[in-house]
């Protein structure tokens, strides 16, 4: 956690440490701090603010990029000047959190730092569809779909989907959208198809075994 004032570094320590799986390993408040403490603790993740006293969160990206350190980067700063958004993505940062935000608002780009992390660590080999979801080219809604499904309610199944992390039936997906089992059936193999889902097999008595699905990554 690298910010110049105190208490702010004291609060968003908090907010990170709330979210499971994440731990704060050190906070700096110039940048010099931050380069020592990167180098000596080599942190996953790098929460920076822009405004520093000695050098800007941006430069201390750069330089810690450029002695091969691979920690990815999320800038939390109060700086709203578009060349600074610019410079911040071509320095290689993840996202850009302007002051003063939610404390949910940094949950979720934590949540999405885990997502990218673990599909990327179960990935042997890319797909379009893979990468186009790790770099955000096709946000949510805007993503093709075969013809006869509708955006509206790839959504609404994509929901119950996300909502059901342990899996369930075409059937269990069907009553809690309140569609056909038939269509809700369509929605879920396309997202198997395209890596959004991963489909496993229930075996239980006589029978075709049930297909369940659950969100991947």
Known sequence: MVDDDFMVAK??????????????????????????????????????????????GIGVLRELRGAGLAADALFITAARDAGMVRAALRAGALHYLIKPFHQAALHEQLRHVASLRSRLDGLAEARQEDVDQIFGTRPPGSRELPKGLA?????????????HPGGLSATECAEAGALSRVSA??????????GRAEVTLRYGGTGRPERRYRPAG
């Open 11 to 56: 609060l968003h320590s908090r907010y990170v440490s709330a979210v499971p799986g994440f731990s704060v390993v050190g906070v700096a408040h110039t940048g010099a701090e931050a380069l020592r403490a990167a180098h000596r603790l080599r942190p996953d993740l790098l929460l920076l603010d822009i405004f520093l006293p000695d050098m800007d």
């Open 151 to 163: 955006p509206h309610t790839a959504d609404l199944v994509e929901g119950i989907l996300r909502a």
């Open 185 to 194: 059936r369509r929605y879920l193999e396309h997202f198997a198809a395209t």
